[in-house]
């Protein structure tokens, strides 16, 4: 039984009441961290690929900065996953955990948080994926574990020391057998007038031998500690309209979610995804550090809670999209990452 699960785990599922977070040895395992700011507006990301060629794992690392509009990004010739639960290694330059990150991509470029009073994914069932998360070999699963912290600690980027303490905390994984898809949206908000409020939402087109299919899911953690999760394809529906510059999300069920998000398309940092074979980054995804994005969620069509964030994360993904904002940037032909141009 237990080889039948590490094979059932190779393919990237998981079963009811499985451990999302250990890593499965597909070809990308994703990390990221977000700190938001608010009092400062200053909003902090990191991120790190785990990823699988023929001849070992590498890794693709991030760290990216608003208003600074800092981003230093590298493909590192070493990377590890946890295989137990969560945390993503590449040398010296990143280590990342439950509760503590660190990052040092160069004198410039270093990030050093611990993370307290989490507020962990609350549904042992079933992840962010849902039911997605029990079919094997899916492009792309996602799972939102960690849905608010406070931060303790400090980076630096571009020379700038950023006082984090306080930051609120967000934690993601993502992972899939052929990297990413060809086209997602993804979002991701805090700095909301009640700190306990957090959204989430991802969605693109997922893929599995002859399935092929568009799924939107979306998490919100309401001030009042329930979480609300939409995407089931039949009992919870999301309906999303994504453009480079707007982001418009209606999901419905006993609980209903409305989000609107935009930001302009010259601030977006444009970010590398691993081709992992290969073991080279290409320009992936546009990422707004700080878009706005305004949330209203009712129950039975009563209103339960409606805010908004100037903090939020918005982006819009797909190798082509990236490579074209790149071109229009004057960017060279061989970039892999841009900062944003305002």
């Avoid at 499965?24 to 395992?29: F, L, N, Y």
């Avoid at 050093?112 to 994926?129: E, F, N, T």
């Avoid at 079919?135 to 792309?140: D, E, I, R, T």
């Avoid at 601030?267 to 074979?277: D, E, F, G, Q």
């Amino acid at each position: 039984m237990s080889r039948l699960l590490r094979a059932y785990r190779a393919t990237g599922a998981d079963l009811p009441f499985g451990n999302v977070l250990a890593a499965h040895d597909v070809a990308m395992e994703g990390y990221f961290w977000r700190f938001t700011q608010p009092a400062t507006g200053q909003v902090v990301i990191a991120l790190a690929g785990i990823n699988r060629a023929a001849d070992g794992h590498w890794a693709t690392l991030g760290l990216a900065g608003h208003p600074t509009r800092f981003l230093r990004t590298a493909a590192h010739p070493e990377g590890c996953a946890n295989p137990a639960g969560l945390g993503a290694f590449a040398g010296d330059a990143f280590r990342g955990s439950v509760d503590r990150v660190k990052v040092d991509l160069g004198p410039d470029a270093r990030l050093d948080v611990r993370v307290g009073a989490q507020v962990p994914w609350p549904r042992r069932r079933l992840g962010g994926s849902s039911v997605f998360q029990t079919v094997p070999a899916l492009n792309q699963y996602w799972h939102p574990w960690l849905l608010g912290g406070r931060a303790e600690g400090t980076a630096v980027l571009g020379g700038t020391e950023i006082d984090l303490d306080g930051a609120q905390v967000y934690g993601e994984k993502n992972w899939g057998k052929g990297g990413f898809p060809d086209s997602w949206w993804w979002g991701q908000a805090q700095g909301f007038a009640d700190r306990q409020a957090c959204v989430a939402f991802a969605g693109g087109e997922v893929t599995a031998g002859g399935l092929r299919t568009e799924v939107t899911a979306v998490v919100v953690a309401l001030p009042d500690g329930t979480v609300v999760r939409l995407g089931n394809p039949v009992t919870s529906p999301v309906r999303a309209h994504v453009t480079d510059e707007r982001w418009s999300l209606r999901g419905r069920g006993t609980w209903s979610v409305e989000i609107e998000g935009g930001s302009p398309l010259g601030s977006a940092h444009v970010l590398p995804v691993p081709l992992p074979a290969e073991r080279r980054n290409i320009p992936g995804a546009l990422e707004h550090l700080a878009g706005s994005m305004s949330v209203t969620v009712r129950r039975r069509g009563e209103l339960v809670w409606a805010d908004e964030s100037p903090l939020a994360a918005l982006e819009h993904g797909g190798i082509e999209r990236a490579r074209a904002e790149l071109r229009r940037r004057g960017a060279p032909p061989d970039a892999t990452s841009a900062p944003p141009l305002s």
